[in-house]
């Protein structure tokens, strides 16, 4: 099958082109045919060294987390997803091979049957990034009416899910973003929409019961900046990997519950979202369409930053 593998960590420019033997099912596998995958900030940070580079058991390595596509061999016969069914779900790169290849196999409890109503193009956008949102909105800070909510970033992946979450649940959310996505923000459920790049948010908020921080401490100091607008005892919920190695200390400091969080493969829960796209109540926006081939430059375009939703790459010529 054809697969795009990196021989080692490095820019962009490491990624190439390669035939590599089709995966084999064991146990309670599901080999799938892959249709489109997704592109996440942890697969450029895995390709670049860091991630989760340093649990590469060996190389050459495919990368990718999320998968739309068809069943092409089921586990048994009485398996709930028959060969030509459409799935989509989430791969723990690196325990097991990337999505940015033709074929996968993966685990039964990591599946769900795709929404209908969304192309693989749309549904390969969703794993990783809608799982993540609904962890730290719906399991972690609970959200409800009347909870006021700051999410940093929110015209990201995990951002723009991040904010229909909370908006479906009833939470006032704020949404920090640019300008040129404020009204696509409030479209999505934001009551209130915060331009970084013109306003300081600590200067016009305040009792805030929950932050999502997508962005970390890596930049203008965001995460400590949240702390100052939490309400005593309020919680902020930091998703970059790394982005702040003293955030328990610092959070326990000003008096503020704080927590990292680390998503899982989990169909159960994706069968949820799922429902929530079927309906119409949540949506993904595709920003950017690469082909498999094209992934250097989509790894490029989301190390820039400034995506709207989500990358995705065309893997199948029939998507």
């Keep these: 099958m054809r697969a795009m593998v990196i021989a080692a960590t490095g820019d962009p420019g490491v990624l190439t082109l390669s035939e590599v033997p089709r995966p084999t099912k064991v146990n309670s596998e599901v080999l799938v045919r892959v249709m489109a995958a997704g592109v996440n900030p942890i697969d450029a940070k895995t390709r670049a060294g860091g991630g989760v580079a340093g649990s590469i058991a060996s190389y050459p390595a495919i ?139 600590e200067d016009l908020l305040d009792n805030i019961d929950v932050v999502i921080d997508l962005v970390g401490n890596v930049h203008d100091d965001t995460g400590t900046r949240s702390l100052s607008v939490l309400r005593p005892g309020g919680l902020l919920i930091n998703v970059p990997s790394g982005s702040w190695p003293t955030l328990i200390e610092d959070a326990a400091a000003a008096g503020i519950r704080a927590t990292t969080y680390k998503v899982s493969a989990d169909g159960a829960m994706l069968a949820i979202i799922a429902r929530l796209l079927e309906s119409g109540d949540v949506h993904v926006n595709v920003d950017q369409v690469f082909d498999l081939e094209q992934v250097a430059e989509a790894h490029s375009a989301i190390e820039g930053g400034h995506t709207r939703g989500k990358i995705v790459l065309k893997v199948s010529s029939e998507t």
Excluded: C
């Excluded at 989509?88 to 999505?99: I, K, S």
């Design 63 to 201: 990368l990718g987390r999320d998968f739309s596509g068809v069943v092409v061999e089921s586990p048994y016969e009485a398996y709930q997803f028959k060969p030509g069914d459409e799935v989509f779900g989430m791969v723990a790169v690196p325990r097991a091979d990337g999505t940015y290849a033709e074929y996968v196999t993966v685990p039964t409890i990591s599946v769900a049957r795709k929404p209908t109503r969304l192309s693989h193009l749309e549904a390969a956008g969703i794993p990783t990034a809608a799982m993540t949102a609904w962890g730290v909105v719906v399991e972690i800070a609970k959200a409800h009416e009347g909870q006021r909510m700051l999410i940093h970033a929110a015209a990201g992946g995990v951002g723009h899910f991040a904010v229909q979450f909370a908006s479906y649940f009833g939470a006032h959310v704020v949404a920090t973003g640019s300008q040129r996505n404020a009204s696509w923000l409030r479209e999505l459920g934001a009551s209130e929409v915060i331009d970084y790049s013109t306003t300081r948010f």
